[in-house]
């Protein structure tokens, strides 16, 4: 009775809109602060601005590669609920900080790497409550969440700060955070059945799954494992790398103001949703998992060359329509690998991606930091962005004006030629069989945006 009771305390049954909004509201919260980070950042670091941010966001990433299997294990054997808080509390603890210590606050930014793997558990926690049939769905439902909680947030930090300062942006943003981490305490029940945990909590948890090293000296073991993995880490790399640097690209180079950057990234949050949503379940439906990956890394191509050779608002504009429709890849690539898995190593599955997707957010950023550098585009010398005022772009010294991303481009290019050998089902191997000795059994896809 005891252990039905701990199963279901939260409100209802689990559900996919228990990770939805356990989502929302957290990328809401870092949505709010848009424009302040970027203000804090260039004030705390003047000089190579681009440069300390690929290095914090380098640590955070590595932290998060290495945690990433550790943390998808323990919630297979533990419960998914207790890591969701804590993979939030972590998340957001930096946030305060942000205005009380600059200094304290890209510390914490980059420890807090070791335990920024919500997406892991959440898709993990969707596994749990959700078929084969309908995952695919599922995950897209979670990425288009993810989208959607910047469809307004920036534009409303913006505003919020032009207005009233980064102080009051800063204290919103803590108090839907502090909500978020409430709303996991009282009204998000366990969704891990009762057989596939132990009695007690601290049973222990089978560490092969959770050494990121070891599941990356054995991915090559299975062509399968080895196909997905290269795919996911050549195409995540240049869209971490994008992440970091393209706000600043469209302020610094294309002349985008602070309030058409937040509108930027509204409507290519709807339009995301769209995608993630209606398209992805039509495109599941009729082409299968694997050739709805393949069409959203050719999306990701067309983007990141139009992105590169670009020169003027209206390409970046239907750039980020195209770039809209390539986030269909993730959760279909997610809903690929989960297929594969044994119902209880969702988590490690899951777990591999999401420290594949940490390790490229440490390399994206220093990589794009570094090719502006090298073609002396110079985007460390920003104002803070407050409000709306005339600004002369740099001087393209180059024909291609963003080089990093047409670099990206390519990567996708021979991303897409991997995933063309993936075949449509994954082979069982990627689950531990039954019964086998510590020698026959192969690793799983143990598994990372935003």
């Known amino acids: 009775m005891e252990d039905v009771t701990s199963r279901w305390q939260g409100i209802g049954r689990p559900s996919v809109y228990h990770a939805v909004m356990v989502i929302f509201l957290e990328f809401f919260a870092w949505g709010l602060l848009t424009t302040p980070m970027l203000t804090v950042l260039h004030e705390t670091f003047p000089q190579h601005t681009f440069l300390m941010n690929g290095l914090i966001q380098g640590v955070k990433g590595l932290l998060s590669f290495m945690s990433a299997p550790l943390i998808g294990a323990l919630s297979d054997v533990w419960g998914r609920r207790s890591f969701l808080l804590i993979t939030v509390f972590f998340t957001c603890a930096p946030i305060p900080l942000m205005r009380l210590s600059p200094w304290w606050y890209f510390a914490m930014i980059s420890m807090s790497g070791a335990f920024s793997v919500t997406f892991s558990v959440i898709f993990a926690y969707v596994a749990d409550v959700t078929d084969e049939r309908e995952r695919s769905t599922a995950y897209g439902l979670v990425s288009a969440t993810f989208a959607a909680s910047l469809v307004t947030s920036p534009a409303i930090g913006a505003y919020l700060s032009a207005w009233y300062g980064d102080n009051l942006v800063v204290l919103l943003a803590t108090l839907i955070a502090l909500a978020d981490i409430c709303f996991i305490l009282l009204a998000v029940p366990e969704s891990l059945p009762d057989k596939m945990r132990p009695n007690t909590w601290g049973a222990p948890i089978s560490w092969e799954y959770a050494d990121p090293f070891a599941s990356l000296r054995k991915v090559g073991q299975d062509p399968t494992v080895l196909l997905i993995c290269i795919t996911v ?180 290019v021979v991303a897409f030629i991997v995933a063309l050998f993936i075949p449509e089902k994954t082979p069982s191997s990627l689950s531990s069989p039954p019964a086998a000795s510590d020698e026959d059994v192969e690793p799983l896809l143990h598994d990372s945006c935003v």
């Open 233 to 412: 880490f050549l195409s995540y790399l240049p869209e971490a790398g994008q992440y970091s640097s393209f706000f600043l690209y469209l302020r610094q180079v294309i002349n985008f103001s602070s309030t058409t950057i937040a509108v930027f990234i509204g409507v290519v949050g709807i339009l995301s949703i769209i995608a993630q949503t209606l398209l992805l379940t039509l495109l599941m439906r009729t082409m299968g998992t694997k050739n709805t990956v393949l069409l959203g890394l050719g999306f990701q191509i067309l983007q990141l060359a139009w992105y590169g050779l670009g020169s003027e608002p209206w390409m970046m504009w239907a750039a980020g329509a195209v770039a809209a429709m390539s986030s269909i890849t993730f959760p279909a690539v997610s809903a690929l690998v989960s297929q594969s898995a044994d119902a209880d190593k969702q988590g490690v599955v899951q777990g591999m991606i999401t420290g594949i997707r940490g390790l490229c957010n440490g390399l994206g950023p220093a990589l794009y930091g570094f090719v502006f550098f090298l073609f002396n585009v110079n985007i460390n010398t920003m104002d803070p962005i407050q409000g709306e005022y005339d600004i002369d772009p740099l001087p393209l010294h180059t024909l291609i004006p963003g080089p990093p991303f047409l670099l990206g481009s390519c990567t996708v």
